[in-house]
């Protein structure tokens, strides 16, 4: 079994990181670049989550080998009298004492686990200081080409890496007057790890007083039915409010888009970037400002103003901030109404005197075998509190 848990555990890890990642995402839809960089951080994430066991019982293990082989080369001063030697038998270690250490079933062999980590954990650091937030701000440039989108990210992640650098110079700084230290690749990387730890710990302590006190508090309110539900409709009216934004703020673009559509023809040199814009509309707004292949102006002998490539940019990030701002509010909104209805009918189910759950609306997707045998709808009957009809909030 040696290295076998380690070797068993990451190709577990993997298979899961890359189940829910299908689950939650769609191949088909993302770009391998982006597929890979989101599979690569949820494997290591939960490497650490489940190497960290394996890492402690084998450290355990060793300590226990050197604490026995310490009491074994105990320091013997001078030999005991011959009289003694029945008599302190029993103080002597015993072959009972030096095998009392067991080999876990998950050890790891000396020298695996401090390269594993050290992989972990500057790939981590790459991660997150450098490839994620600059694929992020590359995905939502409005930039045309890859050297505008470099630029474009270079620039709306200077602020992040500025903090970094930052901590980073300081104690570079630090270490560079300090008389009885020097410079050296080792003390680099050293510094490196400081100045990370320190602006993690830093956002870790603003974040948890809040994360110490909701997430409990959370977990509470939802075994109270009637509070959640109350709250689930603030929570509805208020991203009522942000989708219908969100829904406007769509037409406001898409409205420009067409006018930028309509005035630059298929035949002028910026066309292209309008095609680009276009493919990021939604589907239906694709088909309204389809452009007419028969509109062909010669544009050369007209003085006709035409938006300047900067300004094509700009729109450009404003569709897809508008776009992916109207998609994430209706699927909160779809998550959210759910919720509601399945409160609601949890609320009228519970004086049901048939002691079966009803719901509203029946899901569409057929059960699963957890809800046939397990979570059946006579077994999800709870107290009565209250009554509310579905169709009287939303």
Request: charged share 20%.
């Amino acid at each position: 079994m040696s290295g076998a848990a380690l070797g068993m555990e990451v190709v577990v890890v993997f298979f899961l990181a890359l189940f829910l990642l299908h689950r939650y995402g769609d191949f088909r839809k993302q770009q391998r670049m982006v597929l890979f960089g989101t599979l690569l951080a949820w494997y290591l994430c939960f490497l650490i989550v489940f190497i960290l066991p394996l890492d402690v019982s084998t450290t355990i293990y060793n300590q226990c080998k050197v604490d026995h082989k310490d009491h074994d080369l105990g320091p013997t001063l001078s030999p005991p009298p011959a009289n003694h030697t029945v008599a302190n038998s029993s103080v002597t270690p015993t072959k009972s004492d030096v095998t009392s250490c067991y080999k876990p079933w998950s050890y790891i062999p000396d020298g695996i686990l401090p390269v594993f980590w050290r992989v972990v954990y500057w790939t981590s650091q790459c991660l997150t200081w450098l490839l994620l937030p600059f694929m992020q701000s590359y995905a939502r440039s409005g930039g045309f080409s890859i050297t505008g989108k470099i630029k474009t990210a270079l620039i709306e992640n200077a602020i992040y890496y500025g903090t970094y650098l930052l901590i980073f110079g300081s104690l570079l700084i630090y270490v560079a007057v300090h008389p009885e230290l020097h410079l050296s690749w080792y003390e680099l990387q050293t510094i490196g790890i400081t100045a990370a730890n320190t602006w993690g710990l830093f956002l870790l302590v603003l974040l948890m007083g809040y994360g110490l006190v909701e997430i409990p508090r959370s977990y509470w309110n939802a075994s109270r039915h009637g509070h959640l539900l109350i709250k689930t409709y603030f929570k509805a009216s208020k991203l009522m409010t942000e989708k219908a934004d969100a829904e406007e703020n769509l037409e406001d673009v898409m409205e420009e888009v067409r006018k930028v559509s309509e005035s630059i023809k298929y035949n002028h040199p910026l066309r292209k970037y309008i095609d680009t814009i276009l493919r990021k509309c939604p589907l239906d707004y694709q088909e309204k400002m389809g452009r007419n292949m028969d509109d062909y102006e010669d544009f050369d002998d007209k003085q006709n103003t035409y938006p300047s490539e900067k300004s094509l940019v700009k729109l450009h990030k404003q569709v897809i901030y508008a776009v992916q701002r109207h998609n994430r509010t209706r699927v909160q909104w779809q998550i959210l109404l759910q919720q509601a209805i399945h409160l609601e009918d949890v609320a009228k189910n519970e004086t049901s005197s048939t002691h079966q759950f009803v719901h509203s609306f029946p899901s569409s997707e057929p059960a699963g075998w957890f809800s046939r045998y397990v979570y059946t709808p006579s077994s999800t009957v709870v107290p009565f509190y209250s009554t509310k009809e579905c169709s009287g909030v939303m």
